[in-house]
Structures are given as C-alpha cells and as structure tokens.
C-alpha cells in the first residue's frame, strides 16, 4: 500500500508539506500543490481513513441503521440521507435490523467501533423505551420514523397516530362498518398507527373485532395470508387497511386474485404511496409519508449536530397527505 511517505519521496518533499497539500491547507506554492497532486494520481495513493479520522478527531462517515432496506419506504429515506451526507463530504454505512433488538445492538455497537461522526437510525421498540440509554455511544443520534420523549434526541417524524385515524375516517365515511387492519409486528410504527385505527373506531362507534385485527412481519408474504385469511372468514371485512407498503403489495393481491370485488364489496386503503399504487385497477387510496424530505431532513439534522454538538433537541413534524382514489368506491 503507498504511504504518505512514498509520496513525498517521489515529490522530494517533507510528510509535512505533503499533508498540508492534502488536506487543503494555505501557504503551499501552486508549484509544490501541483507536484503533489501528479505524484497521487501516478502512484494511486489514497489516505487512510482510519489513521485520518483519528488524527482530525472526526469521522467522515455516518451510521443509518433502519428496519428493513427491501421496504420501498426505508429505501427512499436511504437514498435522500446518502445524497445530503454526500454534498457535505460524508459517506454512509447502512445497516438493516428487520426490527430485531439483538441485530440493532450489535450494529450500533460496530458503528460505535468504527468511530463514526454519528447515527441516523429507525429504532426497535426495545430502543425506543431505552432511548437515553443510546445516549452512551457518545456520539450524535437522530431519530427517524419511530415516536421518541421530546428532548432525548434529536427527531423526524410525522403523525402516524392522526394518518391512520384519518385513513379509518375515510374508510367509514364510505359505509364501512367491519373494517380490518393489518399492523406491522415488533414495530412501535405499527403500534402507533393501530392505536389510530381504534380511535376512529371508537369514535363512530364501531367494535374492534379482535380476529379482523392482525400484527405481523412487515413482509409482502404476510399481508397476503393475512387477507385470504380474512376473506375465508363467514363474515369476511368490508374494508381493510394496510400499515406499510410491504404489507399492502400481499394483501392488494391476494384481494385481487379471490375475488374480493374491490371496490364494490371491500374497500382498500394503505400507509406509503407506491409508484404501483396509483397504476393497478382499482387504484390504492393511500397516505402519502414525505419519506425524501424524512430522510433529508434527518441529515441535516445530524450534520448540525455533528457541528454543534450543545445545539438544543430540535423535532421535525412532517406532514402526510390522505391521497384518495378508487379502491374505497370513491371515483368513478
């Protein structure tokens, strides 16, 4: 591997004059800046991050740790933190827990190793009744998606208590009276957005009925056993609402291939506005989640902290927006 000192051997410099080159310091003489640069390039030296970061006292590097990178939403949210982080000359390693406390321990605590500048990440519910305890990693968080204590740390969020009560509400104005949800398990997302799905039940007087309610693994395959298994039931759902993408691919099609006759005899609506969404028949009415800005956000978030570390706690509440379309029976 060439070294710094390689370098400077073939420019016939000091290590020292070579570094301030590198790391773009003034007083060097466009001469010597120019000799050192033909000199990188011929003999394809490239600095040692490591070595670097421990020199500067400051990572270029941050953690995103989210549940799941094969959900279109959290893939989204990846690619507006990696283009934030790259125009401030940050790189990003990614790390998914499939909502699994013991993989995001072990994540958080590599990414604690690896010295990194900080961590966006979507917590497990463990982490997220534990959240000052993250506090230990000594190094800057950013919360997304998952409801956390003002004040603990920094946050990005939307309602996902009033998106789903709005999603219901939409539900019921349709004539629907025995509505089924569908809820991601382990996930304090899921959580939060049954707990809306019961409000606005409770508020129409409507029952919960507990067999038409259902948390699962966030994958496609079990949202679409879970709709089949709703409509084998005597009394099958008149309308059923998704929790996440992932989740609404299974059931949408299980929906479609036994018949469900959607819109006409069930509604459908669902969390996340998938491309595929607005383009099947009947097209999903869905809650659109701002999942760019959500991850934008997160990153300029952490990149201020990064630079001022005793800047007050700020939460960002971003708003959804309810996008209605033919699956409850609501265009012609």
Known sequence: MVSIRDVADHCGLSTATVSRVLAGKDHVRDEVRQRVREAVALLNYRPNRVARSLRSNRSTTIGLVVA????????????????????????????NTDEDPEKEELYLRHLADENVAGIIFAPTGKAVRDIGKMKDLGMPLVVIDRPIDKGLADSVVID???????????????????????????SATGRERWKGFTLALQKHGLAEERELVLSVPPHEDEGYKAVQQMLAMA???????????LLAIGAYRALMETGGRCPENISFASF????????????????????????????????????????????VALKHRLLIRNSCGCLP
């Open 68 to 95: 799941d990178v094969q959900n279109p939403y959290f893939t989204r949210i990846c690619r507006a933190v990696e283009d934030t982080a790259l125009r401030s000359g940050f790189a990003v390693f990614l790390c």
């Open 160 to 186: 996902n208590v009033g998106a789903a009560f709005e999603l219901t509400e939409h539900l019921i104005s349709h004539h629907r009276t025995r509505i089924a949800g569908i809820f991601g398990a382990r």
């Open 235 to 245: 009394a099958p759902p008149d309308a059923i609402l998704s929790s996440n993408e």
């Open 272 to 315: 996340d506005n998938a491309a595929w969404s607005a383009l099947v028949h009947p097209s999903v009415t869905v809650i659109e989640q701002p999942t760019y800005e959500i991850g934008s956000s997160a990153a300029e978030l952490l990149l201020q902290r990064i630079e001022d570390p005793n800047r007050s706690i700020r939460q």
